[in-house]
C-alpha cells in the first residue's frame, strides 16, 4: 500500500522551460510535504516543503503547491537549468507510534536538456 | 563541519556474512533513520532511533539489527536473514520533532 505516489518515473525538459513534477498522496494525516533532490550515489538533500495548512510555498525558482482537497502536490522549478537534472523524491511526514516518520515516494527521475 | 558521515561508501561481502554499516553525526539530533533504496523503489525505512538506547522498526526491518548506545552514533547491521541485501542504504537524521532529516551519502551494499 503505497501512500506516497509518484506515478511518473521520468521527466525531460528543455532548459529554460518549466519542470513540473507530481505526487499523490492517500493518508489525510500527513501534515508536512518535502520535496529532496538526488544525484547519483549520494544522499538525498533538502529541497523545499510546504505545511499542510498552506497551499503554496516559494524559494526561489521553486514552487510548491498542496492541493489537500485533490491529495495532490507539485513541485515547479521555473526556469529548469541543466544542473537541476536529479531524482526528485517527494516525502510526507506522519505522527505515528509516538514519532514523526517520513514516507518518500519512488521519485521521478528529472533531465534537463541544453 | 557538521554532517552525517556514513562509512564505507562501497562494501563488498560474501553471502551468508553479517555486515556493519556505519552511519555518524554531529549534528546533535536526536532522531536518526535507516532506508533502504532500491531500484525503482522510494526510499524504504529500516530501523529509527529518537534517543538514545531506545529504536524501532520501520517498514522492512527482517533480516537488519541496529543499536543506539550513543547519540552520535546508529549502526546498522545487515544479518545473513536478509534475503536481498545488496541496496543502496541511506542514514538520516533530524532534531526531535522535526520534519526535515539530513541524509547522509550512502553505502552501497554488494553481496556476492
Known amino acids: 500500500d503505497q501512500q506516497v505516489k509518484q506515478n511518473s518515473p521520468s521527466l525531460s525538459v528543455q532548459e529554460g522551460r518549466i519542470s513540473i513534477l507530481n505526487c499523490d498522496y492517500t493518508?489525510?494525516?500527513?501534515?508536512?510535504f518535502l520535496w529532496y533532490k538526488k544525484y547519483p550515489a549520494e544522499g538525498p538533500t533538502f529541497l523545499i516543503s510546504?505545511?499542510?495548512?498552506?497551499d503554496k510555498n516559494e524559494d526561489g525558482r521553486f514552487t510548491v503547491f498542496l492541493n489537500k482537497s485533490a491529495k495532490h502536490l507539485s513541485l515547479h522549478i521555473v526556469p529548469s537549468q541543466p544542473g537541476d537534472s536529479a531524482v526528485y523524491f517527494c516525502a510526507a511526514s506522519v505522527w505515528e507510534g509516538g514519532s514523526e516518520k517520513l514516507v518518500f515516494g519512488k521519485g521521478t527521475k528529472l533531465t534537463v536538456n541544453p | 563541519d557538521g554532517g552525517i558521515t556514513q562509512s564505507p561508501k562501497y562494501l563488498f561481502r560474501k553471502e551468508g556474512q553479517n555486515v556493519t554499516l556505519s552511519c555518524e553525526q554531529n549534528l546533535n539530533h536526536d532522531a536518526m533513520y535507516w532506508y533502504r533504496q532500491d531500484p525503482g523503489q522510494g526510499l524504504r525505512l529500516i530501523y529509527y532511533s529518537q534517543i538514545v538506547n531506545d529504536f524501532q522498526k520501520g517498514d522492512i526491518a527482517e533480516g537488519y539489527s541496529v543499536s543506539r548506545e550513543k547519540k552520535e552514533s546508529f549502526p546498522l547491521t545487515v544479518t545473513s536473514a536478509q534475503k536481498n541485501p545488496t541496496a543502496f542504504y541511506l542514514c538520516?537524521?533530524?532534531?526531535?520533532?522535526?520534519?526535515?532529516?539530513?541524509f547522509g551519502q550512502g553505502t552501497r551494499l554488494t553481496v556476492v
Open positions: 493518508n489525510s494525516m500527513f501534515d508536512y
Open positions: 510546504i505545511s499542510s495548512i498552506k
Open positions: 538520516a537524521s533530524s532534531w526531535q520533532g522535526s520534519t526535515e532529516a539530513f
